[in-house]
C-alpha cells in the first residue's frame, strides 16, 4: 500500500500541531491563531523536521476563506452593504492611499524603486477578511454597525485588490520598457474588462442566484437528509466562488461572500450558517496554518530595523489614518477605534500582490519576507489591539480634551431638532438599534400609537428615518450623551434592542445615572449571559430561543383548543 499521501500528512501535521500549540497559547491567555501560525512555522519548509506540502496547503486555506466569507455573506445583507458604504466607500480608497504612502516612503529609504516602494505600499495597505471576522467573532462585534462598518470597509479593500491584480501585469511591462506602444492601451482595457465582469457578476447573483440558491434548498430539505442539506451548502459556496474566479476574474473570497449574501433570502440561510460552521472553523484553522508555512524566522535576525518598521506601519500607520478618517467622516469615536483595530494587520490579498510583482520583477526578492513577517507579527497582535478598544477608549475619554471635544462634537444628527413634537421628549420609550429587531419593535411601537425616540451609531440610517418623520438620533448609546440627546431622564422605558452585548452595560448604568427609574428592557441570544445581565441590570432580558418557542408554543395551543 502506497503510503505517500501529502494531502493527508499535511492535514494531520497541520491540524494537530495547531490543536497542541493553540491550546498552549490559550493556556498563556494568547489569542489561539498565535498557536495556528506558529504550528504553520514548525511545519513550513524553513524549520528542520516535518515540512508539509506548501501547495496542497495554501488551496486548503484558500477553500476555509471561502466558506469564511460565504458564512459573512450569510450574516450580511445587500441593505447592510448599502448602509455602511459612505463610510466604507471613502474611508477604504483614502486610508489605502495613505498606507501605501507610508510603505512606499520607507521602501524608498532603502533604496527600492518607484514602482516597487508603491507595490510594496499597496500591499501593507489592505487587511486580511479571515482575521477580521475571527477577531470581531471573539469580541462579540461582527452583528453591530461598527462590526459591519469593518467588514463593508474590507470588501471595498478586496474589489481595489481585485483591480490591483488584474492592472499589474501591463503596467509592469510599461515600467520595464517593454511594448511602450501598447501598454497604455492594455491598461485601459483590463481596468474596463474588471469593471465590466465584476458588474456582470454581481448582477448574476443578484438576479438569477437570489432565485436559483433558495430554490435549491428547498427541494434538498424536503428530501429529509442532512448530509445532503449539508453538502448543497458547501458545493453552493465553493462552486459560485470558483466559477466568479473562473468566468468574472473575481477573487476566490468575494465569490463566495456573494453567494452567502444572495443565499441569506432563503429562510434557511441560519441553518446554512449553523450546518457549515464546523467546517468553516477547521479550514480557518489551516489557512492560519499555510500563513505560518510562508515565514522564515531569519528574516527576524538579518533585518530586524525593517520588520520594525514594516510591523509599525501596518499597527500603527493604517489604525491611526483609518481613525483619522473616521472621525472626519463625524462618526463615532468607539466606530472609529473599531475601524482602525480592524485594519492593524494584512492577509491573504497582502501575499497574492507582493508574490506576482516578485514573479514580475517589479519588487526585490526580500519584499516578499518582509511582507510575511509584517503579516505573522500583525495577525498575532491583532486580537489583542481588539481587546484593548474598550479600555484605551475609557482612558482617552478620561485624559484628552481632544477625544472629550471629538466624542461631543457638534452633528445635526446626533441631537434632536428643536422642532421635535413634545410627545417624544417625556414618557417616550428610548429604543437603541434600528437592525432587524429594533424596526419590528419600532413597527408595533408606531402601529400602537406610542412615542419612541432611537438611538442607532448608523448616521445614514439616522438621515433615512428623520426623512420618514421619526425621532432618531446618531451616535453610540454606551456614551452618556447620546442618551441624553434622546431624553432618557425622562422616558418611560429604554429598550437595547442592539446585538452590541459589550455596551449594553454601559447603556444601563449610564440610563440609570439619568433616569433611575427607568425600567430596561435588553436582548440576548446566550442563557447564562440572560440570567447575568437580568441579575446585574434589574430589567427584563428577552432570550431569542425561549421567546421563539413561547411563540410556538402559544400557536400550538391555539391550533389544538
Known amino acids: 500500500m502506497d503510503h505517500h499521501v501529502p494531502l493527508i500528512a499535511t492535514v494531520a501535521g497541520g491540524l494537530g500541531l495547531a490543536l497542541l500549540l493553540g491550546f498552549m497559547a490559550a493556556r498563556l491567555r494568547l489569542p489561539a491563531l498565535v498557536g495556528y501560525l506558529l504550528a504553520g512555522v514548525v511545519v513550513g519548509p524553513h524549520t528542520p523536521g516535518f515540512v508539509a506540502d506548501a501547495n496542497l496547503a495554501a488551496q486548503l486555506a484558500e477553500i476555509g476563506v471561502m466558506l469564511l466569507m460565504f458564512g459573512v455573506g450569510l450574516h450580511f445583507s445587500l441593505g447592510d452593504l448599502m448602509a455602511v458604504r459612505k463610510i466604507a466607500v471613502p474611508g477604504a480608497i483614502v486610508q489605502i492611499a495613505v498606507a501605501t504612502v507610508m510603505g512606499a516612503g520607507l521602501a524608498s529609504a532603502w533604496g527600492w524603486s518607484l514602482p516597487a516602494a508603491v507595490l510594496f505600499g499597496l500591499s501593507l495597505s489592505v487587511a486580511s477578511t479571515v482575521v477580521l471576522l475571527r477577531a470581531l467573532e471573539s469580541v462579540g462585534l461582527l452583528e453591530t454597525f461598527n462590526g459591519r462598518a469593518a467588514v463593508g470597509w474590507l470588501i471595498v479593500e478586496d474589489l481595489a485588490m481585485v483591480l490591483a491584480l488584474v492592472l499589474l501585469p501591463p503596467l509592469a511591462a510599461m515600467w520595464q520598457g517593454q511594448g511602450q506602444g501598447g ?9 474596463a474588462t474588471t469593471l465590466l465582469q465584476v458588474a456582470l457578476f454581481i448582477g448574476l447573483m443578484l438576479i438569477v442566484g437570489r432565485r436559483l440558491f433558495p430554490w435549491a434548498l428547498w427541494h434538498v430539505q424536503k428530501v429529509g437528509s442532512r448530509e445532503l442539506f449539508t453538502l448543497c451548502v458547501i458545493a453552493a459556496a465553493v462552486s459560485m466562488a470558483y466559477a466568479a474566479t473562473m468566468l468574472f476574474g473575481v477573487s476566490f473570497a468575494l465569490g463566495a461572500f456573494f453567494a452567502g449574501m444572495v443565499l441569506r433570502e432563503s429562510e434557511f440561510s441560519h441553518r446554512a450558517a449553523q450546518e457549515s460552521l464546523p467546517l468553516r ?218 446585538s452590541d452585548t459589550l455596551g449594553v452595560r454601559q447603556m444601563a448604568h449610564n440610563a440609570r445615572l439619568l433616569n433611575p427609574g427607568i425600567e430596561i428592557v435588553v436582548r440576548s441570544h446566550n442563557a447564562a449571559e440572560a440570567e447575568l445581565l437580568e441579575r446585574e441590570l434589574s430589567g427584563k432580558v428577552f432570550l431569542g430561543e425561549h421567546e421563539l418557542a413561547r411563540a410556538m408554543t402559544r400557536h400550538v395551543l391555539e391550533r389544538c383548543a
Do not use: C
Open 183 to 191: 501598454a497604455m492601451p492594455s491598461l485601459w482595457r483590463g481596468l
Open 281 to 498: 472553523d477547521a479550514f480557518a484553522v489551516l489557512f492560519f496554518v499555510s500563513v505560518g508555512m510562508l515565514f522564515d524566522p531569519t528574516v527576524l535576525f538579518e533585518q530586524p530595523l525593517r520588520v520594525l518598521g514594516v510591523t509599525a506601519i501596518i499597527l500603527v500607520g493604517k489604525s491611526v489614518a483609518a481613525a483619522v478618517v473616521v472621525l472626519a467622516l463625524r462618526y463615532p469615536l468607539n466606530t472609529a477605534l473599531t475601524v482602525s483595530a480592524s485594519l492593524a494587520q494584512i492577509g491573504e490579498f497582502s501575499f497574492i500582490l507582493i508574490n506576482l510583482a516578485a514573479a514580475l520583477h517589479v519588487v526585490p526578492s526580500e519584499a516578499q519576507s518582509l511582507v510575511v513577517a509584517g503579516s505573522i507579527l500583525s495577525m498575532a497582535l491583532n486580537p489583542l489591539v481588539f481587546r484593548a478598544i474598550e479600555p484605551l477608549q475609557r482612558w482617552l475619554l478620561a485624559r484628552s480634551q481632544l477625544a472629550r471635544d471629538l466624542n461631543a462634537r457638534h452633528d445635526p444628527l446626533a441631537e434632536l431638532p428643536l422642532s421635535t413634537d413634545e410627545k417624544f421628549l417625556a414618557r417616550q420609550v428610548v429604543l437603541v438599534g434600528y437592525g432587524r429587531v429594533g424596526r419590528d419593535i419600532a413597527a408595533a411601537l408606531h402601529e400602537a400609537g406610542l412615542p419612541f425616540v432611537v438611538a442607532e451609531a448608523n448616521r445614514e440610517l439616522v438621515e433615512r428615518l428623520r426623512a420618514e418623520g421619526m425621532a432618531a438620533v446618531a451616535g453610540d448609546a454606551a456614551q452618556p450623551e447620546v442618551l441624553v440627546q434622546a431624553h432618557i431622564a425622562r422616558a418611560r422605558l429604554l429598550v437595547i434592542a442592539t
